[in-house]
Structures are given as structure tokens and as C-alpha cells.
């Protein structure tokens, strides 16, 4: 069938349709010998850097030997716990708990940034439905996500449900509110080349601001996955799933068996995993900070 669209609305759509990469900057397609190695060695030695620093604090906490825990066993220092923990590995008991423990932040964060995202969406655009929740959105941001448990026990039970329930709640309103704040900061001059352009109601969002918020949205994501992993923790902490093993019933039976060093080495594995997340959500924001021109290069010519 026959395009039958004039010459001047097909140059508008092509101007519509590219609205959003107005102001983006160039994308390399070269490789350098050698610069895939220099951006992978400089991504990850800061996070070595980090877990380093971790393990010299166990070292010198192992040294002082507080409150004498060091000569009673209760302490041991970070090789003997690596040690016991390289040996934990070895077995599925570890590697269960770590999936189980993934599997749950995944599913709820996913929940959070799907309801969050509506939320700020829908908000960001109403004017009088903004101006009714939008104390309501910062105030469930702010308030601790222990305070909801007792709730979320007695709605749901001891189950992974009150778990899910209290990191969206945890989760959500930042999501939320990084996308109204990326909406909000939209340029009123974008704004008005769109309505030129003939965009109005669901395709000015859908193709310019939605896009022009996306480096708010970004971080509002980014802090939503913190208040979401933190509530996690607290959650398998606090609810006691019988047959569900986890990171927290791990930490709650090193607890019950006063291993300090068996607590620490679960510690390490819950931080690891969390530096793994937020250097994917670093280099996104890279990737889009790149890609609308707001970095430098600044590499040697």
C-alpha cells in the first residue's frame, strides 16, 4: 500500500520521533588497543579498593581484641573468616541463601519501579491529585521501612509477602519521585518546541518528557533500589520463613550461635553483592549522561 502522507507530515513525524535526542552527544563506535582493559581496571579498583578497606577494619577490630573476644575465640581475624566462608562455598547451603536472597530483592524491586514509575507518572501530570498526595509520597519516603513490619506481619503472615509489600513501600515513593522531579525539570523551552511540533497529551510525554526525565528517574531508581535491598535485609531479618534459607537466616544462625566471624563473612557477601548493583546502576548513568553530551572526554588525543 501506498505511503499517503504529505512530504511535510512525514518531515514532522521524523522531527517528533527524534524530539528526544536533541543535545545528545556522539557515539564512539572505535576501540582503542588497550581501552577496553584501562575502562575495566578502572571501573573495578575502587571496588577492591573498598572491599580492602573492609577487611583492614575486621583487621585492626581482630587487633584490639575487644573486650578481650579476640583471646576467647569469639573474634577471629578476616583470613580465618574468608577462610571459613571460602568453605561455606563449597557447599549449595551458601549459594541458596544467596539465591533466594536475589531472587526476593529482584521480584520486589521490579514490583516497587512498576508501581512507583505509575504513581509518579500519573501524579507528575494531575495538578490537584499532586497537590493531595504529594506530602503523602515524600512522608512514605522518609518513614523507616522497619515501622511498617508489625503491619505487614499481621496482613500477611510470616511469609515472603510481607516482605514484598514493605520494600515497595520502602521502594516505590523514591521511584516516584524521581520521575516527577525529572518531569519537573523538564525545560519549559523542550516544552514548547514539542507543542510547536504538535505534540500534545499522552505523545508530548511519551516522546519528550518522559525522556527528558530520565537522568532524575535514574537516580530516583538508584535510591530505590537501596531503600528496597535494605528493607530486604530487615525483612529475612524479622520474618522467619521455615524452609526459605536467605542471607538473614543465615546472619540470624550465626547470631543464635554467637559467630562473630560467621556474621561478618555474611556481612561481606551482602556488601559484595551490593557494590555488583550499584556499579550497573553507575555505569547506566554514564551511559546516559554520555550520550546526552554532558561528559567530557577527556582521554589524550
Do not use: C
Request: hydrophobic fraction near 50%.
Amino acid at each position: 500500500m501506498a505511503d499517503t502522507r504529505t512530504p511535510q507530515a512525514a518531515s514532522q513525524n521524523t522531527a517528533i520521533a527524534g524530539l528526544d535526542s536533541l543535545e545528545l552527544g556522539d557515539v564512539g563506535t572505535g576501540r582503542e588497543p588497550g581501552l577496553i582493559a584501562r575502562k575495566a581496571w578502572s571501573a573495578t579498583w575502587p571496588k577492591l579498593l573498598a572491599i580492602a578497606l573492609v577487611l583492614g577494619a575486621w583487621q585492626l577490630f581482630y587487633l584490639i581484641n575487644f573486650h578481650g573476644d579476640t583471646s576467647t575465640g569469639l573474634v577471629k581475624g578476616p583470613g580465618a573468616g574468608l577462610a571459613g566462608l571460602w568453605d561455606q562455598a563449597q557447599h549449595a547451603q551458601l549459594w541458596q541463601a544467596i539465591g533466594n536472597t536475589v531472587r526476593t530483592a529482584v521480584v520486589g524491586y521490579l514490583l516497587a519501579m512498576l508501581i512507583g514509575s505509575l504513581i509518579g507518572a500519573i501524579v507528575s501530570r494531575i495538578p490537584p491529585l499532586r497537590a493531595a498526595t504529594g506530602s503523602i509520597i515524600s512522608g512514605l519516603q522518609t518513614m523507616p521501612s522497619i515501622a511498617w513490619f508489625p503491619f505487614a506481619i499481621i496482613l500477611f503472615g510470616t511469609s515472603e509477602s510481607a516482605i514484598l509489600f514493605v520494600m515497595v513501600l520502602g521502594a516505590a515513593p523514591s521511584i516516584a519521585n524521581g520521575l516527577i522531579t525529572g518531569v519537573d525539570y523538564t525545560p519549559v523551552l523542550l516544552l514548547r518546541a514539542g507543542r510547536t511540533m504538535g505534540l500534545r497529551g499522552v505523545a508530548l510525554y511519551r516522546h519528550l518528557i518522559l525522556p527528558a526525565s530520565l537522568p532524575a528517574y535514574l537516580a530516583g531508581l538508584k535510591q530505590g533500589w537501596a531503600f528496597a535491598w535494605r528493607s530486604l535485609m530487615a525483612g529475612e531479618l524479622l520474618v522467619i520463613i521455615v524452609g526459605n534459607l536467605s542471607l538473614g537466616i543465615l546472619l540470624n544462625n550465626a547470631q543464635d550461635n554467637q559467630d562473630l566471624t560467621g556474621a561478618i563473612s555474611i556481612m561481606i557477601v551482602i556488601l559484595v553483592i551490593g557494590i555488583v548493583v550499584d556499579t550497573i546502576f553507575t555505569k547506566t548513568d554514564l551511559a546516559v549522561r554520555r550520550r546526552r553530551g554532558l561528559l567530557t572526554d577527556t582521554r589524550p588525543a
